[in-house]
Nanobody, 118 residues
């Protein structure tokens, strides 16, 4: 079955860095657009970054441009999110998402908590 398993979250001080990973299985990873979303308490889930199936095109939320980099390794069926210069307002549960090119299939991971606090 389809699985998206996030890892790499945790507690980090303001200004610190984290690298999130999402290991995928059960579908043709290389054919899917991969994204990271986040949801803070009391807020809607929002897009952080996404990367196309071929890995050449990325886009980022304005709030995180210049501080995050999304990448993928199609040989390892894994997508990454490198986050730098983290701020307390980046505290949220971060979710991995996979979407097929025709948008008929959409999968979510269980999420990983990121807490930015001193």
């Amino acid at each position: 079955q389809v699985q998206l398993v996030e890892s790499g979250g945790g507690l980090v001080q303001p200004g610190g860095s984290l690298r999130l990973s999402c290991a995928a299985s059960g579908f043709t990873f290389s054919s899917y657009r991969m994204s990271w979303y986040r949801q803070a308490p009391g807020k809607e889930r929002e897009l952080v970054a996404s990367i196309r199936s071929a890995g050449g095109s990325t886009n980022y939320a304005d709030s995180m441009k210049g501080r995050v980099t999304i990448s993928r390794d199609n040989a390892k069926n894994t997508v990454y999110l490198q986050m730098n210069s983290l701020k307390p307002e980046d505290t949220a549960v971060y979710y991995c998402n996979a979407r097929s090119w025709d948008m008929t299939r959409n999968y979510w991971g269980q999420g990983t908590q990121v807490t930015v606090s001193s």
